[in-house]
């Protein structure tokens, strides 16, 4: 054949598929027709449903990719018949706190926290008592109460869609209280709860959810670098650690609710309302975020490198269920339970609050608030 005579075959056999589309296109528009007709009253009734939840979404702009999820939220809002969302960004001035605030006061069901660990204590803040739940949208280095309640971290499209339809859940807050150097804290959360001025004494609340401590650990916090936590995440916080090995002891005096106070050393004071860290640590295995009472650890160690090796495998160990109470560790973490902790350090030493650092304290209490936050997770 010639290429003549090809092409007009091909021309053929594209002629026959076109009209064989064109008529099953034509049968597909009938039938689409037929089933559209009768199914009228059924379009009427999804415009008549009841306005489901209004949503407010309180997102820290600093955060990569916020200005997408935006569209993203109000997609997923219009694909479940929901009201327009609420859209509230963080600014310098307020964290989240006053956003959180302005969107209960408009009738919001559901306020989500979109940014890092800072914008979920914030959110919070507001919404303690209110019985208005809170969703989490995680996008920062920790993510620490999202992975406690198993929300997903690094999908934040899932993280909307456990927000949209999971189940409420009521869970204790912890609040760390600095009875002395108040004026010293830095801590814009708190600040923006109340009218005091920021450089008061009196005592203040601190919200935190997950832990707060004093010692190693918030030198950790505190000695992290930003642009490295951008680069690798919460390994960032393992690295500044690694600097802090051979810190100082605290001398500790601790009071737990009415029993005597006791005298420790120590290198880190946590108080914790519950205890997984990120990879796959589990720091705190005895806190529940449910049963109304903190858990305290005391983290000691001695001897230099060995002591925090072995410090390190109580810490695996405890996570798999095993317990070594010998006293002869020279790497130990030792727990016990209350409602309040008091707790007094010699100088005074760093704190953070769900890995903010808040300044520097002598004395601090932590109470617990049962059941006075819902949050959002699966059902």
């Known amino acids: 054949m010639t290429w003549v005579a090809w092409v007009a075959v091909v021309a053929g056999v594209l002629a026959l ?8 296109v034509w049968r597909q528009q009938r039938a689409l027709g037929a089933r559209v007709s009768p199914a009228a009253p059924a379009a009427t009734e999804a415009v008549d449903r009841p306005a489901g939840q209004l949503v407010a979404f309180v997102a820290n702009p600093s955060k990569p990719d916020v200005a997408d999820l935006r569209a993203a939220v109000r997609k997923a809002a219009a694909e479940q018949y929901l009201p327009e969302p609420l859209w509230l960004e963080t600014t310098v001035e307020d964290p989240g706190v006053g956003q959180a605030r302005e969107a209960v006061e408009k009738g919001a069901d559901l306020v989500v926290a979109v940014g890092g660990d800072g914008t979920v204590r914030a959110v919070a803040e507001a919404l303690a008592g209110t019985g208005v739940p ?6 920062g280095t920790g ?3 999202a992975r406690n309640l198993d929300v997903p971290v690094g999908d934040p499209l899932a993280a909307l869609q456990l927000a949209l339809d999971g189940v ?8 760390l209280r600095v009875e002395r150097w108040e004026s010293q804290m830095d801590d814009d959360i708190a600040e923006a709860a109340d009218d005091l001025p ?7 609340d601190h919200i935190f959810l997950v832990i707060a401590g004093l010692g190693f650990d918030a030198a950790m916090v505190a000695d992290a670098d930003d642009e490295l936590k951008a680069k690798v995440g919460w390994i960032a916080y393992f690295m500044a650690g690694v600097r802090h090995l051979h810190g100082r002891r605290l001398r500790v005096r601790l009071t737990l609710d009415d029993h005597p106070p006791q005298q420790l050393r120590a290198r880190s004071l946590l108080v914790g309302n519950c205890g997984r860290l990120p990879g796959g640590i589990t720091l705190l295995p005895d806190a529940v975020l449910d049963d109304g009472v903190l858990d305290i650890a005391s983290i000691d160690t001695r001897g230099g490198i060995a002591g925090w090796a072995q410090l390190f495998g109580e810490v695996v160990l405890q996570g798999v269920g095993v317990r070594n109470e010998s006293a002869a560790k020279i790497g130990r973490i030792d727990h016990a339970r209350a409602r309040r902790a008091r707790i007094q350090v010699a100088g005074g030493e760093h704190v953070q609050v769900d890995g903010d650092i808040v300044g520097r304290a002598s004395e ?3 109470r617990v608030d049962p059941a006075a936050l819902v949050v959002r997770v699966a059902g």
């Open 198 to 204: 920021d450089d008061t004494d009196v005592p203040r």
């Open 364 to 366: 601090v209490t932590a």
């Open 143 to 145: 993510n620490l109460l």
């Open 168 to 175: 409420d859940k009521p869970i204790d807050v912890g609040w």
């Open 17 to 24: 598929v076109a009209v064989g589309l064109g008529l099953w």
């Open 134 to 139: 809170m969703g989490l949208m995680p996008l």
